[in-house]
């Protein structure tokens, strides 16, 4: 069974432009998180998805924003791109066929780097 | 809010030697933990899960506990090998999917 692929992996953009990163999670999985690491912060949680729907969302502001589409595929969008906004985004799916605990499987992450 | 810790934020053993990382959550009201491995530059690997009912989970040379109440976890790896050379992370699954990530244990084993 193929991972959780993200892309771009790679990405240079300037302040004030917007980006949109893309994850598509593990065939059956319903499920898709994203998480933001930085060497300042660490690993924070962005939001979830589940069939559709945006259903948790971290501390983040509006300029971050995301979408789960009815095959499961995700996108994340920022806009306005700060210097801050450099960091390794990562995405996770999950089975989530029950309430919880089920283990998230990682993708390798899109680098972006905002100059 | 959830407060995750690790300690010690470096490690540096040398190769065969049995070591602990330590795990500490300030709220006991989780799912799971689970502990993941992360090469430079590259995503998360999963390496142990445990659910809020258990207390430990054992994959190869790894073995990680749980202590829910108190708040703790351990991992526990046997005889390092220098390919075990990464930074570790613990997390903690609360409400609906949100991990709650320390800051994780960079770990050297030298040859």
């Known amino acids: 069974k193929a991972g959780v692929t993200q892309t771009p992996r790679y990405l240079i953009k300037t302040r004030g432009q917007q980006v949109t990163l893309s994850c598509s999670p593990i065939?059956?999985?319903?499920?898709v998180s994203w998480y933001q690491q930085t060497p300042g912060q660490g690993l924070q949680f962005l939001f979830e998805y589940f069939s559709e729907t945006q259903r948790n969302k971290g501390n983040f502001p509006g300029r971050f924003s995301g979408r789960q589409f009815s095959n499961s595929r995700s996108e994340m969008n920022v806009s306005t791109l700060e210097l801050g906004d450099s960091a390794l985004y990562l995405c996770?799916?999950?089975?989530?066929?029950?309430?919880?605990?089920?283990?998230?499987?990682f993708g390798p992450g899109t680098r972006l780097t905002v100059l | 809010k959830q407060e995750v810790t690790q300690i010690p934020a470096a490690l540096s053993v040398p190769e065969g030697e049995n070591l602990v990382l330590n795990c500490s959550f300030t709220d006991s009201a989780i799912y799971n933990l689970q502990w993941f491995r992360q090469d430079p530059g590259k995503g998360l690997t999963s390496l142990l899960l445990?659910?809020?009912?258990?207390r430990e989970q054992t994959s190869g040379r790894l073995n990680a506990s749980l202590d829910k109440s108190s708040g703790r976890s351990t991992l526990y790896i046997a005889a390092s090998q220098p390919g075990d050379s990464a930074t570790y992370l613990c997390?903690?699954?609360?409400?609906?999917?949100?991990?709650?990530f320390g800051t994780g244990t960079r770990l050297t084993v030298i040859p």
């Open positions: 997390a903690v699954l609360t409400g609906a999917n949100n991990l709650f």
């Open positions: 996770a799916s999950s089975l989530q066929i029950g309430t919880g605990g089920d283990t998230q499987y």
């Open positions: 445990i659910q809020s009912s258990q």
């Open positions: 065939s059956g999985h319903r499920s």
